[in-house]
């Protein structure tokens, strides 16, 4: 078993790896769950928290980064509102994919970036495009421009109708994590 996985993704990885296609790219770093080189997440201030910030420049339509979690139905996610912290709840990102409300439930800190992106409503330089692997809708974020290195990744929430509870961060800087 131990083989076969490395066989798979030793192969996978080879052929992934260095690919700059988003599509390759997104299918590479949604199965096997790891971030980007070149990414980086930095402290801003007790107002924004935390973000992600570049650390190489990336090219416009590049794969940036998943926003990981576990992908749950909407009747799950009005369940897990009603008991989580407000502070956890800037981590449920509701979307619609295929006529469907869907959440991706990224509360976890699991040490990933994608859940740390910040909003930029007037000049974002990532947009979101749904991927669907193996059948799921994974949530990727795409350069919508040349990125230079030491640039904040932001998308804009509403316009992507990324659904989210938004608290000020400075009320959340002692929160529970789950
Ligand atoms: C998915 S989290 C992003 C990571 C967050 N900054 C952190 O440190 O955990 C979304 C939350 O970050 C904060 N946030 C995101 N974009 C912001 C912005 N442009 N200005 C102020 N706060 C922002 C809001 O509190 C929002 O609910």
């Known amino acids: 078993m131990i083989i076969l996985t490395t066989i798979f993704f030793g192969n996978f990885s080879k052929k992934y790896a260095t690919a700059k296609n988003p599509k ?5 770093y949604t199965v096997t769950g790891g971030d980007k080189v070149g990414l980086d997440v930095k402290y801003i201030n007790a107002f924004k928290g935390r973000g992600i910030f570049t ?25 897990r509102q009603r008991i989580y912290h407000d502070c956890l709840k800037v981590f449920m990102f ?3 994919f ?8 990224a509360a976890k800190e699991d040490g990933s970036l994608g859940r740390l992106v910040n909003d930029d409503n007037l000049n974002p ?23 230079s290195q030491g640039e904040e990744i932001t998308y804009n929430y509403v316009k992507e109708q ?3 509870f938004v608290p000020q961060m400075s009320s959340c800087l002692q929160y529970p994590t789950r």
């Not at 991927?131 to 421009?145: E, F, N």
Request: charged share 30%; with cysteine; aromatic share 8%.
């Open 24 to 28: 390759d790219d997104a299918k590479f």
């Open 98 to 105: 295929n006529g469907k409300l869907w959440c991706v439930d």
């Open 162 to 164: 990324i659904v989210m």
């Open 55 to 79: 650390c190489a420049p990336f090219e416009k339509g590049e794969f940036l980064l998943e926003c990981r979690g576990e992908l749950i139905s909407k009747q799950e996610c009005e369940r």
């Open 125 to 147: 330089n990532a947009k979101m495009k749904y991927v669907t692997i193996q059948g799921k809708p994974h949530l990727c974020l795409l350069a919508a421009r040349d990125i």
């Open 94 to 96: 509701e979307f619609h």
